[in-house]
Protein backbone atom coordinates (compact mmCIF):
# COMPACT_ATOMS: atom_id res chain seq x y z
CA UNK A 1 0.00 0.00 0.00
CA UNK A 2 1.14 3.35 -0.90
CA UNK A 3 1.47 5.63 2.09
CA UNK A 4 -0.61 8.49 1.62
CA UNK A 5 -3.27 5.28 1.70
CA UNK A 6 -2.29 4.92 5.70
CA UNK A 7 -2.72 8.82 6.43
CA UNK A 8 -6.34 8.48 4.68
CA UNK A 9 -7.05 5.87 6.91
CA UNK A 10 -5.89 7.62 10.30
CA UNK A 11 -8.20 10.39 9.04
CA UNK A 12 -10.47 8.43 8.87
CA UNK A 13 -10.45 6.40 11.92
CA UNK A 14 -10.48 9.33 14.05
CA UNK A 15 -13.33 11.15 12.13
CA UNK A 16 -15.47 8.09 12.64
CA UNK A 17 -14.57 7.61 16.00
CA UNK A 18 -16.00 10.90 16.91
CA UNK A 19 -19.15 10.38 14.91
CA UNK A 20 -19.71 7.31 16.56
CA UNK A 21 -18.94 8.32 20.35
CA UNK A 22 -21.49 11.87 19.19
CA UNK A 23 -24.11 9.13 19.15
CA UNK A 24 -23.77 8.07 22.09
CA UNK A 25 -23.53 11.46 23.30
CA UNK A 26 -25.96 12.68 21.53
CA UNK A 27 -28.50 9.73 22.74
CA UNK A 28 -27.67 10.35 26.47
CA UNK A 29 -28.34 14.25 26.12
CA UNK A 30 -31.45 13.18 24.90
CA UNK A 31 -32.55 10.80 27.54
CA UNK A 32 -31.19 13.24 30.52
CA UNK A 33 -33.82 15.91 29.04
CA UNK A 34 -36.68 13.65 29.15
CA UNK A 35 -37.11 13.17 25.60
CA UNK A 36 -39.80 10.46 24.36
CA UNK A 37 -37.90 7.60 23.36
CA UNK A 38 -38.86 8.07 19.62
CA UNK A 39 -36.30 11.39 19.35
CA UNK A 40 -33.71 8.55 20.20
CA UNK A 41 -34.70 6.51 17.74
CA UNK A 42 -34.91 9.20 15.45
CA UNK A 43 -31.35 10.45 15.57
CA UNK A 44 -29.91 7.61 13.05
CA UNK A 45 -32.39 8.75 10.20
CA UNK A 46 -31.98 12.54 10.84
CA UNK A 47 -28.14 11.19 10.69
CA UNK A 48 -28.88 9.84 7.05
CA UNK A 49 -30.91 12.75 6.07
CA UNK A 50 -27.99 14.42 3.94
CA UNK A 51 -26.57 11.91 2.65
CA UNK A 52 -30.09 11.93 0.60
CA UNK A 53 -31.05 15.07 0.37
CA UNK A 54 -27.91 16.24 -0.99
CA UNK A 55 -26.60 12.83 -2.90
CA UNK A 56 -26.89 14.48 -6.26
CA UNK A 57 -24.20 16.71 -5.36
CA UNK A 58 -21.69 15.86 -3.35
CA UNK A 59 -19.93 13.15 -5.83
CA UNK A 60 -19.73 16.13 -7.86
CA UNK A 61 -18.30 17.73 -4.84
CA UNK A 62 -15.81 15.52 -4.29
CA UNK A 63 -14.55 15.22 -7.90
CA UNK A 64 -14.14 18.65 -8.12
CA UNK A 65 -11.77 19.04 -5.78
CA UNK A 66 -8.54 17.49 -4.09
CA UNK A 67 -10.40 14.54 -1.85
CA UNK A 68 -8.09 15.71 1.20
CA UNK A 69 -9.18 18.91 0.76
CA UNK A 70 -13.06 17.89 0.36
CA UNK A 71 -12.13 15.54 3.90
CA UNK A 72 -10.64 18.49 5.18
CA UNK A 73 -13.75 20.93 4.36
CA UNK A 74 -16.67 18.18 5.35
CA UNK A 75 -14.37 17.35 9.36
CA UNK A 76 -15.25 21.24 9.65
CA UNK A 77 -18.79 21.32 9.52
CA UNK A 78 -18.93 18.22 11.97
CA UNK A 79 -17.10 20.48 14.51
CA UNK A 80 -19.67 23.13 13.71
CA UNK A 81 -23.01 20.58 14.35
CA UNK A 82 -20.64 19.81 17.64
CA UNK A 83 -20.75 22.96 18.53
CA UNK A 84 -24.43 23.35 17.61
CA UNK A 85 -25.55 20.62 19.78
CA UNK A 86 -23.37 22.00 22.81
CA UNK A 87 -24.99 25.30 23.23
CA UNK A 88 -28.66 24.95 22.66
CA UNK A 89 -29.72 23.49 19.52
CA UNK A 90 -32.00 20.61 19.08
CA UNK A 91 -29.88 17.27 19.21
CA UNK A 92 -31.74 15.96 16.55
CA UNK A 93 -30.96 19.41 14.29
CA UNK A 94 -27.96 19.34 15.22
CA UNK A 95 -26.86 15.51 14.52
CA UNK A 96 -28.26 16.42 11.25
CA UNK A 97 -25.88 18.82 10.69
CA UNK A 98 -22.79 16.69 11.38
CA UNK A 99 -24.62 14.28 9.22
CA UNK A 100 -24.53 16.78 6.72
CA UNK A 101 -20.63 17.08 7.14
CA UNK A 102 -20.26 12.94 6.44
CA UNK A 103 -22.45 12.87 3.74
CA UNK A 104 -19.87 15.10 2.01
CA UNK A 105 -17.08 13.19 3.78
CA UNK A 106 -17.69 9.77 2.38
CA UNK A 107 -17.53 10.27 -1.48
CA UNK A 108 -14.08 11.85 -0.56
CA UNK A 109 -12.40 9.12 1.46
CA UNK A 110 -13.48 6.25 -0.59
CA UNK A 111 -13.32 7.65 -3.94
CA UNK A 112 -9.41 8.52 -3.18
CA UNK A 113 -9.03 4.38 -3.16
CA UNK A 114 -10.06 3.97 -6.75
CA UNK A 115 -7.39 7.36 -7.61
CA UNK A 116 -4.85 6.09 -5.87
CA UNK A 117 -4.76 1.80 -5.72
CA UNK A 118 -5.11 -0.12 -8.81
CA UNK A 119 -7.98 -2.71 -8.89
CA UNK A 120 -5.67 -5.66 -7.71
CA UNK A 121 -5.96 -3.53 -4.46
CA UNK A 122 -9.12 -2.57 -3.92
CA UNK A 123 -10.41 -5.71 -2.30
CA UNK A 124 -7.79 -5.55 0.42
CA UNK A 125 -7.91 -1.54 0.74
CA UNK A 126 -11.36 -1.98 1.45
CA UNK A 127 -10.71 -4.41 3.83
CA UNK A 128 -8.35 -2.06 5.95
CA UNK A 129 -10.64 0.67 5.46
CA UNK A 130 -13.71 -1.33 6.87
CA UNK A 131 -11.34 -3.00 9.20
CA UNK A 132 -10.28 0.60 10.58
CA UNK A 133 -13.85 1.81 10.72
CA UNK A 134 -15.57 -0.71 12.65
CA UNK A 135 -12.57 -0.77 15.21
CA UNK A 136 -13.43 2.94 15.19
CA UNK A 137 -17.10 2.24 16.01
CA UNK A 138 -16.14 0.08 18.49
CA UNK A 139 -13.50 2.15 20.21
CA UNK A 140 -16.27 5.38 19.45
CA UNK A 141 -18.77 3.81 20.97
CA UNK A 142 -16.97 2.45 23.87
CA UNK A 143 -15.76 6.10 24.09
CA UNK A 144 -18.68 7.46 24.14
CA UNK A 145 -20.61 5.38 26.93
CA UNK A 146 -17.44 6.02 29.31
CA UNK A 147 -17.26 9.83 28.67
CA UNK A 148 -21.38 9.88 29.33
CA UNK A 149 -21.21 7.70 32.61
CA UNK A 150 -20.15 9.09 36.15
CA UNK A 151 -16.75 8.43 36.53
CA UNK A 152 -14.95 10.11 33.47
CA UNK A 153 -17.61 12.71 33.04
CA UNK A 154 -17.10 13.95 36.88
CA UNK A 155 -13.90 14.67 36.27
CA UNK A 156 -14.88 16.39 32.99
CA UNK A 157 -17.05 18.50 35.08
CA UNK A 158 -15.06 19.39 38.15
CA UNK A 159 -12.08 20.88 35.68
CA UNK A 160 -11.90 24.75 36.41
CA UNK A 161 -10.69 27.33 34.28
CA UNK A 162 -10.15 30.58 35.50
CA UNK A 163 -11.85 33.72 34.23
CA UNK A 164 -13.73 31.09 31.80
CA UNK A 165 -17.59 30.09 32.14
CA UNK A 166 -18.41 27.21 29.75
CA UNK A 167 -21.99 26.61 30.62
CA UNK A 168 -20.87 22.94 30.41
CA UNK A 169 -23.03 21.40 33.05
CA UNK A 170 -24.01 17.94 31.96
CA UNK A 171 -22.14 14.94 31.14
CA UNK A 172 -23.25 14.36 27.51
CA UNK A 173 -22.15 18.41 27.12
CA UNK A 174 -18.55 17.46 28.47
CA UNK A 175 -18.27 14.59 26.22
CA UNK A 176 -19.16 16.34 23.03
CA UNK A 177 -16.80 19.48 24.25
CA UNK A 178 -14.40 16.69 24.09
CA UNK A 179 -15.18 14.82 20.67
CA UNK A 180 -14.64 19.02 19.34
CA UNK A 181 -10.78 18.03 19.76
CA UNK A 182 -11.02 14.04 18.15
CA UNK A 183 -12.52 15.45 15.08
CA UNK A 184 -9.53 18.34 15.42
CA UNK A 185 -7.09 15.27 15.17
CA UNK A 186 -8.82 13.60 12.02
CA UNK A 187 -8.66 17.19 10.48
CA UNK A 188 -5.26 17.61 11.20
CA UNK A 189 -4.47 14.01 9.13
CA UNK A 190 -6.68 15.37 6.54
CA UNK A 191 -3.99 18.08 5.60
CA UNK A 192 -1.53 15.70 5.58
CA UNK A 193 -2.75 13.93 2.90
CA UNK A 194 -1.16 13.83 -0.82
CA UNK A 195 -2.65 14.77 -4.06
CA UNK A 196 -3.08 11.72 -6.53
CA UNK A 197 -3.19 13.91 -10.06
CA UNK A 198 -6.11 12.91 -10.85
CA UNK A 199 -7.62 15.42 -13.05
CA UNK A 200 -10.63 16.85 -11.08
CA UNK A 201 -13.95 17.61 -12.74
CA UNK A 202 -15.24 21.34 -12.29
CA UNK A 203 -18.83 21.66 -11.17
CA UNK A 204 -21.49 23.37 -13.35
CA UNK A 205 -22.10 26.55 -12.55
CA UNK A 206 -25.94 25.46 -12.49
CA UNK A 207 -26.04 22.79 -9.85
CA UNK A 208 -29.65 21.61 -10.33
CA UNK A 209 -27.86 20.37 -13.75
CA UNK A 210 -26.49 18.13 -11.51
CA UNK A 211 -29.74 16.42 -11.28
CA UNK A 212 -30.51 14.51 -14.44
CA UNK A 213 -26.90 13.27 -14.15
CA UNK A 214 -27.08 11.92 -11.02
CA UNK A 215 -30.50 10.11 -11.56
CA UNK A 216 -28.21 8.92 -15.10
CA UNK A 217 -25.40 7.55 -12.86
CA UNK A 218 -28.22 5.90 -10.38
CA UNK A 219 -29.89 4.13 -13.55
CA UNK A 220 -26.49 3.01 -14.46
CA UNK A 221 -25.58 1.24 -11.58
CA UNK A 222 -29.10 -0.85 -10.97
CA UNK A 223 -28.70 -1.78 -14.82
CA UNK A 224 -25.85 -2.87 -14.43
CA UNK A 225 -26.14 -6.57 -14.15
CA UNK A 226 -23.14 -7.15 -11.44
CA UNK A 227 -23.76 -3.20 -9.97
CA UNK A 228 -27.36 -3.59 -9.68
CA UNK A 229 -26.43 -7.09 -7.14
CA UNK A 230 -23.55 -4.91 -5.42
CA UNK A 231 -26.13 -2.00 -4.75
CA UNK A 232 -28.86 -3.72 -3.85
CA UNK A 233 -26.84 -5.72 -1.32
CA UNK A 234 -24.68 -3.03 0.23
CA UNK A 235 -27.84 -0.92 -0.01
CA UNK A 236 -29.80 -3.48 2.59
CA UNK A 237 -26.60 -4.26 4.80
CA UNK A 238 -26.08 -0.93 5.51
CA UNK A 239 -29.85 -0.18 6.29
CA UNK A 240 -29.99 -2.49 8.48
CA UNK A 241 -27.03 -2.17 10.11
CA UNK A 242 -27.15 1.50 10.44
CA UNK A 243 -30.49 1.22 12.59
CA UNK A 244 -29.17 -1.49 14.50
CA UNK A 245 -26.72 0.00 16.40
CA UNK A 246 -29.61 2.02 18.46
CA UNK A 247 -31.59 -1.51 18.02
CA UNK A 248 -28.96 -3.08 20.22
CA UNK A 249 -28.78 -0.77 22.98
CA UNK A 250 -32.67 0.08 23.19
CA UNK A 251 -32.59 -4.28 23.45
CA UNK A 252 -29.64 -4.29 25.95
CA UNK A 253 -32.22 -1.79 27.99
CA UNK A 254 -35.29 -4.09 27.30
CA UNK A 255 -33.33 -7.65 27.91
CA UNK A 256 -30.62 -7.17 30.48
CA UNK A 257 -31.27 -4.12 32.37
CA UNK A 258 -28.18 -1.77 31.03
CA UNK A 259 -27.71 1.65 30.37
CA UNK A 260 -25.91 3.46 27.30
CA UNK A 261 -22.78 3.65 29.12
CA UNK A 262 -23.37 -0.97 29.57
CA UNK A 263 -25.20 -1.25 26.29
CA UNK A 264 -22.55 1.11 24.33
CA UNK A 265 -20.25 -1.78 24.99
CA UNK A 266 -22.49 -4.32 23.47
CA UNK A 267 -22.64 -2.55 20.23
CA UNK A 268 -18.71 -2.74 20.43
CA UNK A 269 -19.21 -6.33 20.51
CA UNK A 270 -20.99 -6.02 17.04
CA UNK A 271 -18.26 -4.08 15.50
CA UNK A 272 -15.50 -6.46 16.88
CA UNK A 273 -16.81 -9.62 15.09
CA UNK A 274 -17.76 -6.96 11.59
CA UNK A 275 -13.63 -5.98 12.12
CA UNK A 276 -12.76 -9.30 12.01
CA UNK A 277 -15.09 -10.66 8.85
CA UNK A 278 -13.78 -7.78 6.85
CA UNK A 279 -9.97 -8.75 7.76
CA UNK A 280 -10.88 -12.39 6.94
CA UNK A 281 -12.75 -11.13 3.28
CA UNK A 282 -9.91 -8.91 2.58
CA UNK A 283 -7.72 -11.55 2.54
CA UNK A 284 -9.77 -14.87 1.53
CA UNK A 285 -11.50 -13.15 -1.23
CA UNK A 286 -11.45 -12.14 -4.88
CA UNK A 287 -12.88 -9.50 -6.84
CA UNK A 288 -14.64 -11.47 -9.59
CA UNK A 289 -16.14 -14.10 -6.42
CA UNK A 290 -17.90 -10.88 -4.61
CA UNK A 291 -21.24 -12.29 -5.27
CA UNK A 292 -20.77 -15.91 -4.19
CA UNK A 293 -21.02 -14.13 -0.73
CA UNK A 294 -24.87 -13.12 -1.36
CA UNK A 295 -26.44 -16.43 0.98
CA UNK A 296 -24.31 -14.55 3.97
CA UNK A 297 -27.03 -12.20 4.05
CA UNK A 298 -29.88 -14.13 4.40
CA UNK A 299 -28.27 -16.27 7.42
CA UNK A 300 -27.30 -12.77 8.92
CA UNK A 301 -30.96 -12.17 8.54
CA UNK A 302 -32.49 -15.04 10.41
CA UNK A 303 -29.49 -14.75 13.32
CA UNK A 304 -31.08 -11.22 14.18
CA UNK A 305 -34.37 -13.08 15.02
CA UNK A 306 -32.84 -15.41 17.33
CA UNK A 307 -31.85 -12.35 19.67
CA UNK A 308 -34.86 -12.22 21.03
CA UNK A 309 -34.22 -15.60 22.62
CA UNK A 310 -31.35 -14.48 24.48
CA UNK A 311 -31.05 -12.43 28.10
CA UNK A 312 -27.65 -13.83 28.99
CA UNK A 313 -24.74 -11.36 28.15
CA UNK A 314 -22.56 -14.57 28.20
CA UNK A 315 -24.26 -16.04 25.22
CA UNK A 316 -25.25 -12.30 23.65
CA UNK A 317 -21.47 -11.49 23.74
CA UNK A 318 -20.18 -14.55 21.06
CA UNK A 319 -23.34 -14.35 19.48
CA UNK A 320 -23.14 -10.43 18.50
CA UNK A 321 -19.51 -11.71 17.22
CA UNK A 322 -20.74 -14.18 14.46
CA UNK A 323 -23.70 -12.04 13.34
CA UNK A 324 -21.11 -8.97 13.05
CA UNK A 325 -18.85 -11.21 11.30
CA UNK A 326 -21.11 -12.40 8.74
CA UNK A 327 -21.58 -9.12 7.95
CA UNK A 328 -17.94 -8.08 7.25
CA UNK A 329 -17.20 -10.70 5.59
CA UNK A 330 -20.68 -10.17 3.19
CA UNK A 331 -19.70 -5.95 3.05
CA UNK A 332 -16.19 -5.81 1.83
CA UNK A 333 -16.32 -7.92 -1.64
CA UNK A 334 -19.23 -6.30 -2.46
CA UNK A 335 -18.41 -3.01 -1.66
CA UNK A 336 -15.29 -3.65 -3.70
CA UNK A 337 -17.04 -4.99 -6.37
CA UNK A 338 -19.95 -2.13 -6.51
CA UNK A 339 -16.38 0.48 -6.26
CA UNK A 340 -15.03 -1.30 -9.21
CA UNK A 341 -18.18 -1.18 -11.65
CA UNK A 342 -19.43 2.46 -10.39
CA UNK A 343 -15.60 3.73 -11.22
CA UNK A 344 -16.07 2.13 -15.07
CA UNK A 345 -18.92 3.46 -15.36
CA UNK A 346 -19.31 7.37 -14.16
CA UNK A 347 -16.30 7.77 -11.84
CA UNK A 348 -15.35 7.09 -8.16
CA UNK A 349 -17.17 10.56 -6.42
CA UNK A 350 -20.43 10.39 -8.17
CA UNK A 351 -20.20 6.70 -7.84
CA UNK A 352 -19.84 6.86 -4.34
CA UNK A 353 -22.63 9.31 -3.98
CA UNK A 354 -24.95 7.04 -5.70
CA UNK A 355 -24.33 4.23 -3.09
CA UNK A 356 -24.53 6.64 -0.30
CA UNK A 357 -27.73 8.30 -1.75
CA UNK A 358 -29.40 4.21 -1.76
CA UNK A 359 -27.34 3.10 1.09
CA UNK A 360 -28.54 6.28 3.38
CA UNK A 361 -32.36 6.02 2.05
CA UNK A 362 -32.78 2.87 3.28
CA UNK A 363 -31.47 3.55 6.57
CA UNK A 364 -33.58 6.66 6.61
CA UNK A 365 -36.74 4.74 5.42
CA UNK A 366 -35.96 1.56 8.12
CA UNK A 367 -34.94 4.25 10.61
CA UNK A 368 -38.01 6.67 10.43
CA UNK A 369 -40.37 3.27 10.34
CA UNK A 370 -38.86 2.00 13.51
CA UNK A 371 -39.35 5.64 14.84
CA UNK A 372 -43.10 6.20 14.25
CA UNK A 373 -43.30 2.07 15.12
CA UNK A 374 -41.87 3.03 18.65
CA UNK A 375 -43.91 6.16 19.15
CA UNK A 376 -46.87 3.76 18.54
CA UNK A 377 -45.72 1.29 21.18
CA UNK A 378 -44.16 -1.27 19.22
CA UNK A 379 -41.19 -3.30 21.41
CA UNK A 380 -37.20 -3.47 20.49
CA UNK A 381 -38.22 -7.44 20.60
CA UNK A 382 -40.66 -6.61 17.87
CA UNK A 383 -38.37 -4.16 15.83
CA UNK A 384 -35.85 -6.96 16.08
CA UNK A 385 -38.02 -9.60 14.51
CA UNK A 386 -39.15 -7.19 12.02
CA UNK A 387 -35.38 -6.48 11.16
CA UNK A 388 -34.43 -9.74 11.08
CA UNK A 389 -37.44 -10.72 8.68
CA UNK A 390 -36.30 -7.54 6.35
CA UNK A 391 -32.80 -8.37 5.60
CA UNK A 392 -33.25 -12.10 5.04
CA UNK A 393 -36.41 -11.49 2.50
CA UNK A 394 -35.11 -8.96 0.92
CA UNK A 395 -31.26 -10.98 0.04
CA UNK A 396 -32.94 -14.12 -0.72
CA UNK A 397 -34.83 -11.91 -3.28
CA UNK A 398 -30.83 -10.43 -4.39
CA UNK A 399 -30.05 -14.21 -4.60
CA UNK A 400 -33.04 -14.60 -7.02
CA UNK A 401 -32.57 -11.23 -8.98
CA UNK A 402 -28.71 -12.31 -9.52
CA UNK A 403 -29.45 -16.49 -10.71
CA UNK A 404 -32.00 -14.87 -12.92
CA UNK A 405 -29.62 -12.46 -14.53
CA UNK A 406 -26.98 -15.19 -14.79
CA UNK A 407 -29.76 -17.20 -16.53
CA UNK A 408 -30.77 -14.72 -18.72
CA UNK A 409 -28.14 -12.97 -19.62
CA UNK A 410 -24.77 -15.34 -19.16
CA UNK A 411 -22.56 -13.94 -21.21
CA UNK A 412 -23.08 -10.19 -20.45
CA UNK A 413 -22.34 -11.67 -16.27
CA UNK A 414 -19.30 -14.07 -17.60
CA UNK A 415 -17.79 -10.64 -19.62
CA UNK A 416 -18.56 -7.96 -16.35
CA UNK A 417 -16.91 -11.07 -14.21
CA UNK A 418 -13.71 -11.04 -16.48
CA UNK A 419 -13.32 -7.57 -16.68
CA UNK A 420 -13.18 -7.72 -12.60
CA UNK A 421 -10.93 -10.70 -13.02
CA UNK A 422 -8.70 -8.84 -15.16
CA UNK A 423 -8.26 -5.69 -13.46
CA UNK A 424 -7.92 -7.72 -10.39
CA UNK A 425 -5.17 -9.23 -12.41
CA UNK A 426 -3.12 -6.78 -13.98
CA UNK A 427 -4.61 -3.58 -11.93
Known amino acids: MKRGFFTIMSAQFFSSLAD ?12 SSGSPEWQQAALVPMFALFYVVLAPFVGAFADAL ?36 AAAYSPAKYGILTELLPASQLVKANGWIE ?32 LID ?25 TRIPETGVSMRPMPKNLLSLLPDFWTCNSKLWKDKLGQISLGTTTLF ?32 VAIGTAVGA ?34 VWVAAPFLILLGGLGGFLVVP ?10 NLMGAGRSIAVQNFNEQACILGLGGFYALSTSLGLSAFGAISAFGMVVAGFMWLIKRWHERNCREHPAVVNHLLDIARNDNLHG
Open 20 to 31: NALFVGAVQLLR
Open 334 to 343: MNALLQHRGH
Open 166 to 190: TSIDTAPEAAISVLIFVYLIAAWFN
Open 238 to 269: WGVSGNLRYIVLAWAAAALGYNVTQASALVGV
Open 131 to 162: GLTIASIILGVLLGGQLVGPMISGALLSLDFP
Open 66 to 101: PKGKVMLISNSIKIVGCLLMLFGTHPLMAYAIVGLG
Open 279 to 312: VVASLRMRLEHAVNVIPLGIAMGLLVILLNFISN
